[in-house]
């Protein structure tokens, strides 16, 4: 069907509302250089009285954050009966949650690292000294400390050292009031995009990431020149081929649609641990899905054009 009338929805009210609408512009640009009309617009208060007033044909949603990606945007989409490209509100929901997506993969046959996921009322319950000692004890170092929600490596750190735990929970909680703590995985970090063609998921190749102090941060996302990328991965044949097909499984595990991009990590042995993903891939200038489009010599407007006309309608 041919494109009469795009949404690109960026922006919004998250800790990734920049990022957003980088991605938004980029995105947009894209679509522009290819003849095909859009509107970049904002999840603002006004966005519910523009999509009733003048109905687009499709949304290419790039919303970051909670809203961009726990599934309540898209169920305004559907509410209001627009179309759009990603996936599912339901299961956007089950990716967002990290501990969650960690259980349904593992299921799927995925390795991912062993890790457990408390709130901030725990540690203020149980005593945050008796707890961390608990979770040193069982997981050992180093460990890696994430929000259970949320994007772009906000509030996330490395722990080598057991002193060091405390304050990286702190800067967790920063953003999130439940903390994952995984067991963490020494190798080579990849991200594998996948994309769907006629219904079919299929992986682009993947992205080695270099990042500065062995943390891919959000400074080290999406400031240029911060961290180097290689693009095929430098992995053996075999596992190139497992962190592919890990990505698919992930895809397909967690009932996405359309697009998404998988972190994974690939250790000395070869062994490929899952460890998120997401349903609204960064599409800024740095980051890594249009670094993977590149790679596989496809054209990103082409691709973005695809995906919106097959929900088109």
């Known amino acids: 069907m041919e494109l009469g009338h795009v949404v690109v929805l960026a922006g919004g009210l998250s800790y990734e509302r920049e990022v957003s609408l980088r991605s938004g512009r980029r995105v947009a640009d894209a679509l522009r250089a290819r003849d095909v009309p859009v509107e970049l617009r904002d999840a603002d208060a006004t966005l519910l009285d523009t999509l009733a007033d003048d109905p687009p044909d499709v949304v290419f949603p790039v919303l970051h954050g909670a809203a961009g990606e726990d599934g309540s945007l898209r169920d305004i989409l559907e509410l209001v009966g627009v179309p759009y490209v990603g996936a599912r509100p339901d ?112 992986a682009l190749p993947a992205v080695e990431i270099i990042a500065p102090a062995q943390l891919y941060d959000y400074t080290a996302r999406y400031d240029a020149g911060d961290t180097e990328f290689v693009t095929p991965a430098r992995l053996s044949p075999d596992a190139a081929e497992r962190a592919t097909d890990a990505a698919v499984t992930a895809h397909r595990a967690l009932g996405l649609r359309d697009i998404s991009r998988t972190d994974l990590i690939v250790d000395a042995s070869g062994e490929v641990y899952f460890l998120e993903v997401n349903v609204a891939p960064g599409m800024t200038e740095t980051s890594l ?6 790679a596989a010599n496809l054209d990103l407007g082409a691709v973005c054009q695809d995906l919106l006309e097959s929900r088109a309608g």
């Open 91 to 202: 299961a956007c929901r089950v990716a967002w949650d990290k501990p969650t997506a960690k259980a349904v993969v593992r299921r799927a046959g995925l390795r991912t690292p062993e890790s457990v996921a408390l709130p901030k009322e725990i540690f203020h319950d149980l005593g945050a000294a008796s707890v961390l000692d608990r979770i040193l004890g069982r997981l050992g170092l180093p460990l890696f400390v994430k929000p259970t929600r949320g994007g772009s490596a906000l509030g996330a750190s490395v722990v080598r050292e057991a002193a060091d735990l405390s304050a990286a929970m702190v800067g967790c909680f920063a953003y999130g009031d439940t903390a994952l703590i995984e067991r963490h995985v020494t190798g080579t970090e990849i991200a594998v995009s996948v994309i769907e063609r006629d219904g079919v998921p299929e």
């Open 289 to 294: 899905l249009p670094r993977a489009v590149s």
